[in-house]
Every structure is written in C-alpha cells, then in structure tokens.
Nanobody
Framework: QVQLVESGGGLVQAGGSLRLSCVAS????????LGWYRQAPGKQRELAAS???????NYADSVKGRFTISRDNAKNTVYLQMNNLKPEDTAVYYC???????????????WGQGTQVTVSS
C-alpha cells in the first residue's frame, strides 16, 4: 500500500513562514498530481496548491504569490513553502496524491493524515 506522511506544520505569527513536506512511501511506480488541500474549522476542504508530474502548478487565488509548491519525483515528495502567512491560512493541511500507480493495482488517490497550521494575529 501507499502512505503519505506530512510534516512541518505548527504555530507561527502572521507574516511568518512555514514549509510543509509530504513523503509518499510504498511500491510506487508513478504519481500524477501531488497537492495540498486545507480545511479550516467549519469549512469545506479546499485545494491550496497542486503540481503535476511535469511541474505544472495550480494555486488557489487566496494563496497566489505567497505559497510555492514543488516536488521531487525521485523521492516521491511534495513541498509547500508558505510565506507571509495570514490568520485565515489557519487550517489542517492535507497532502493528496492523485492517480498513483503501484504494481498489480488500479490507479487510485491517497490522502495523508493532515498537519495543523495555526497563524496567530
């Protein structure tokens, strides 16, 4: 099976920075898109940023210019550099691996367990 493990969350003051990491482990042949979603209390989970295998990125309007997503295909790892954080960025951040290929199994998506990011004003 495949496991996604996030790290790097924490408490930071407004204007500060955090870097999230997510490592996908298992008998992975390839991963199409890696993404970071977030869910604030009482709100639906939303996409923050995603990156395809060839490096095409997509950002939510609310994080454009402040967040940068990147990936290392050799390490099956995705990063999210978050700068100029705002209190409204407070949420649980989830790593998502879309269209994952492992031997002898159909492609499917996987989720990490989430990491808390709290931005104080």
């Amino acid at each position: 099976q495949v496991q996604l493990v996030e790290s790097g969350g924490g408490l930071v003051q407004a204007g500060g920075s955090l870097r999230l990491s997510c490592v996908a482990s298992g008998s992975i042949v390839s991963i199409n898109t890696l993404g970071w979603y977030r869910q604030a209390p009482g709100k639906q989970r939303e996409l923050a940023a995603s990156i395809t295998r060839d490096g095409t990125t997509n950002y939510a309007d609310s994080v454009k210019g402040r967040f940068t997503i990147s990936r290392d295909n050799a390490k099956n790892t995705v990063y999210l550099q978050m700068n100029n954080l705002k209190p409204e960025d407070t949420a649980v951040y989830y790593c998502n691996a879309e269209d994952v290929l492992i031997p002898f199994r159909p492609r499917r998506d996987y989720w990490g367990q989430g990491t808390q990011v709290t931005v104080s004003s």
